[in-house]
Structures are given as structure tokens and as C-alpha cells.
């Protein structure tokens, strides 16, 4: 019999119900495995994956991308990792939607149990991981800021009316992006090191232009807009998915150096990724394997 460990927060998005939950273990009871939860009651996401993680098949988690990228935090600190199934809960589910997997439990837990072990890349910014993105500047402190009661209240809905409100309070800074392709230096808003299709619900990708596990991420740089025209053209470069012009930037690399004249805030997977005058982001190459 293989065991499955299902790691837990059930404050996730607009809660879960007890009868998904139960939905959730059943299945796998059903499909031969044997069953251990533990909920965020317990420990942090990252505590229960790093001490119970290698005794198990399997690590699930349920809940949205905080949960996802916590629990693969917790992994990528011990050697033998088992595969990760996610089983979808959030509000934004960035993740989920790169990854094509369903919010209903029944056909999420499904598609793990029939799923195979597929490598995924993962970043490393500071001592810290994530899975899909770090960024800084507009609309990066949306999820982590935009309280819990509003997301289950109004779901997606929640995260725009934050990056509306964050709007008035965009910074741009003095940037210089160090990378294996050269160096850019200027003034700007946002910037993304991502290895997702889908960041806040605001910016996506093309699936032709992300590779989850080539070991090379998408940077995404937007500049300072001084002209209504410069303005026109972010709002157009992200509506319509095309990042190369002289305001919206698209590069590639394994890694990159970014550096500010001050401390910046940083988010990570959604969550609070501090602050940093320098920052040094690695791309750790097929590092976990998902149920896909």
C-alpha cells in the first residue's frame, strides 16, 4: 500500500468544506493508498512537508499557491523527494491555471492518482523558494495584503479591486538586471521572474512561451511610463500577450541579479518575499516532480 500525506489549509480561498475534504480522503482511500492529514493547525505548510514528507509516496496539498509553494519549500530542503500532487482551493490559483487542473476536488484528486511524476523547475530567491513567480512593484503586494475575508468574500474580484487601489501607489525604481544574456539598467514599475502562463491574473504568457521545466525562466520587466503613450503601450503589451517592445520586456535566463538604490518589496508566489537591495535568483532545474 502506498501512503499519501495531505497537507492542509483549510483558511485557503473561501474556506473548505468538511464534505470536500471528506471527498478528498475517500478517493484516495478508495484508489489503495493510505491516508495522513495534517492541517496548517499543526505547523506551517514548509514544517510538515520538510519533517513528515519523507515518509510518504506522496505529499498533497490542498490549497491555493501560498499552500503549494510552502509545501514545496519544505521539500526542496531534504534529499529524496516524493512527487506533489495540488489539489486547487485558492482565490488567484495561478498555478492551476498554468497547470490545467480543476477547482472541482473530485476531478483534481482524480487527475493526481491517475497523473505521473512530472519534473517542474524551481526558484530559489535569497534562502527562499517558489514555485511559479517573485516580483516586485505593481500589483506584487496584492495577495499578501488583500485580506482573507475579502477573498472568500468576492474571490477574483478581490484582487483587482487591490491592484486598482495599489495603482496610486506604484514606486518606480532604479533597476539594473544582471543576466546571462547582459545587463539592463532603468527606471521601472514591475518585474517578474516567473516559470508560470498566469501571474496575479493580470499578466499572462502564451503555453508556447513557457516551459515548466527547461531550467530557464521568463523575466518580465515593465518600465516607468512617462507618456500617456508609454502608458497605452504597457496596457496593450499585457492585454494582447506580446513583451517586446521599448516598455514591456521579456528576457530569458537560469539566473539574474537584480539591484536597487533601496530595499524593495518582493512577493513570493503570492506571499510576502521581504525586502532586498540586491537579489540573486537561481533556477533549480526539474528540482520537484508533480502528479500530472
Known amino acids: 500500500m502506498k501512503n499519501v500525506l495531505l497537507i492542509v489549509n483549510p483558511h485557503s480561498g473561501r474556506g473548505l468544506p468538511n464534505s470536500a475534504l471528506g471527498v478528498i480522503v475517500s478517493s484516495f482511500c478508495q484508489a489503495g493508498y493510505g491516508v495522513t492529514v495534517y492541517t496548517t493547525h499543526s505547523g506551517t505548510c514548509t514544517e510538515l512537508a520538510e519533517k513528515y514528507g ?3 509516496d506522496l505529499v498533497v496539498c490542498v490549497g491555493g499557491d501560498g499552500t503549494l509553494s510552502n509545501v514545496a ?7 529524496n523527494r516524493p512527487p506533489v500532487g495540488y489539489i486547487p482551493t485558492g482565490t488567484a ?7 490545467a487542473l480543476s477547482k472541482d476536488p473530485r476531478i483534481a484528486v482524480a487527475s493526481v492518482i491517475n497523473g505521473q511524476p512530472t519534473p517542474i523547475d524551481i ?13 516586485f512593484g505593481a500589483f506584487t503586494g496584492v495577495s499578501y495584503k488583500t485580506k482573507q475575508s475579502a477573498k472568500r468574500a ?5 484582487y483587482v479591486l487591490g491592484g486598482l487601489a495599489s495603482m496610486k501607489e506604484i514606486k518606480p525604481r532604479h533597476t539594473i538586471i544582471e543576466y546571462e544574456g547582459g545587463s539592463i539598467e532603468g527606471e521601472f514599475i514591475f518585474g517578474a521572474v516567473t516559470n508560470s502562463t498566469s501571474i496575479a491574473g493580470f499578466v499572462r504568457l502564451d503555453n508556447n512561451q513557457v516551459n515548466l521545466a527547461d531550467g530557464v525562466f521568463e523575466i518580465i520587466l515593465v518600465r516607468h511610463p512617462v507618456t500617456a503613450a508609454d502608458l497605452g503601450e504597457i496596457i496593450d503589451s499585457i492585454v494582447n500577450k506580446t513583451y517586446n517592445n521599448d516598455n514591456v520586456l521579456l528576457l530569458h535566463a537560469k539566473e539574474v541579479v537584480f539591484r536597487f538604490d533601496e530595499e524593495v518589496e518582493w512577493t513570493r508566489d503570492g506571499e510576502d518575499g521581504g525586502v532586498h537591495k540586491t537579489l540573486r535568483i537561481v533556477n533549480n532545474p526539474k528540482a520537484l516532480q508533480m502528479m500530472l
Open 73 to 79: 519549500s519544505g521539500l526542496m530542503r531534504i534529499e
Open 93 to 99: 490559483n495561478d498555478m492551476a491555471t498554468t497547470l
Open 123 to 135: 526558484g530559489r530567491m535569497g534562502e527562499q523558494y517558489f514555485t511559479y513567480v517573485a516580483a
Open 154 to 158: 468576492l474571490g477574483h474580484l478581490a
Open 54 to 56: 519523507p515518509d510518504f
